[in-house]
């Protein structure tokens, strides 16, 4: 047999393991996230705006909500290219945009509430991003 009928499985085993490879390199960042939003939420946590019903309770719940939100930022830094920092910056202002710019305007929330609700947004994505720059290096 010739030695080039195997490359095609070479070519197949370096597709799947390179996926694993690049995960694996990523993720510290993923996880460095993760833990920041946690500490975040355990130590900013009010019991008077939790939730009534969270699916798996509380802290289960916010801790899968979290996972979820670091691999989709994982996501957005790989399919854009940009830098950890720039990121966090650009999903914080589309989160103020998306809902707190709408909540003063057509729920009348007020523009104290929605400085203080978009403050917290924006301390949670820069230093989770920080971290997740911090920890791709």
Request: hydrophobic residues 55%; proline residues 5%; glycine residues 8%.
């Amino acid at each position: 047999m010739a030695q080039d009928q195997f490359e095609p499985v070479d070519c197949l085993n370096h597709f799947y393991f390179g996926g694993i490879i690049q995960m694996v390199q990523r993720i510290k960042p993923i996880l460095g996230m993760w833990a920041t939003l946690s500490l975040l939420s355990f130590a900013l946590f009010d019991e008077a705006s939790a939730p009534p019903d969270p699916m798996f309770g509380i802290w289960p719940t916010v801790l899968l909500v979290w996972l979820l939100v670091a691999l989709f930022f994982d996501w957005v830094l790989q399919t854009t290219g940009l830098n950890a920092m720039k990121a966090a910056l650009v999903l914080a202002l589309t989160q103020i945009l998306g809902s707190g710019v709408p909540d003063v305007l057509m729920r009348g929330v007020s523009l104290g509430e929605a400085v203080i609700a978009s403050a917290f947004g924006l301390l949670f994505w820069v230093l989770s991003g920080f971290v997740y720059s911090k920890l791709s290096d």
